[in-house]
């Protein structure tokens, strides 16, 4: 009869050990994993919400447009942009000004093209305000879109005639170009440059050149008529 012999206590100790160990290497690896998952996806959305953000600022600043506002009393505001710190009651810098080409086909809403546009920060948000009608007469509060969180500086720079940058903005005409930087929480400032359609002028042909243009086309048409005549008669 054989004696059936089980594992000695060392064996059994030195057994869990190893299994410890392979669960808490895998559990570490796991977490580590998980971890950098979900960093990377907070790095995407940030990255998709700076993104949406420039995005949103390149068009409204590529078609800001010479429009002053009115207030509840019916007052213009004394420039097309409103700038500032602590305008429109921000933790930094604050712009306000109209934009052009808010579509609205066929006139299908009750509103017009324009659309009162600003940006401020508030509670660290970054927020996108806009009205649905430029003139502020009914005393509605503007809606509000956040962009970013966890903002720590918002500065805004303009671009004269004479290619200079300014501080502030107070003239009555559009800049050549406004600069934006955003400093948010663990990252370094991130500047960006957008156009501005600027003071620009149609060109126009002067009177002048109408008029030689049109003797120039009247003479052509009497040697043309002459050619023809000339043709038309035999020896």
Do not use: C
């Amino acid at each position: 009869m054989r004696i059936q012999q089980g594992f000695t206590l060392l064996e059994v100790m030195v057994a869990l050990g190893i299994l410890g160990f392979v669960v808490l290497a895998t559990h570490q690896i796991l977490n580590s994993t998980i971890q950098a998952k979900t960093g990377s996806e907070e790095v995407i959305a940030e990255l998709d919400s700076l993104n949406t953000t420039f995005r949103l600022m390149d068009q409204d600043f590529n078609q800001m447009t010479k429009r002053e506002t009115r207030n509840e009393a019916g007052d213009f505001t004394p420039s097309y942009i409103l700038h500032g710190r602590y305008n429109l009651d921000s933790q930094y810098d604050g712009i306000a000004f109209v934009r052009d080409g808010w579509t609205n086909p066929i006139s299908l809403l009750p509103r017009s093209e324009l659309q009162a546009v600003g940006y401020r920060v508030v509670d660290d948000k970054l927020e996108r305000l806009y009205r649905v009608y430029v003139d502020q007469l009914d005393g509605t509060e503007p809606r509000s879109q956040v962009l970013l969180e966890n903002i720590e500086d918002l500065t805004f720079e303009f671009l004269d005639d004479k290619q200079k940058w300014q501080e502030n903005w107070e003239k009555k005409a559009l800049p050549l170009a406004v600069s934006v930087t955003i400093k948010l929480q663990e990252m370094e400032p991130i500047k960006r440059l957008f156009l501005t359609p600027g003071d620009g002028k149609v060109a126009t042909v002067s009177s002048s050149s109408n008029n030689n243009n049109s003797n120039n086309n009247s003479g052509n048409k009497d040697q043309n008529d002459d050619n023809r005549g000339g043709g038309s008669t035999r020896p």
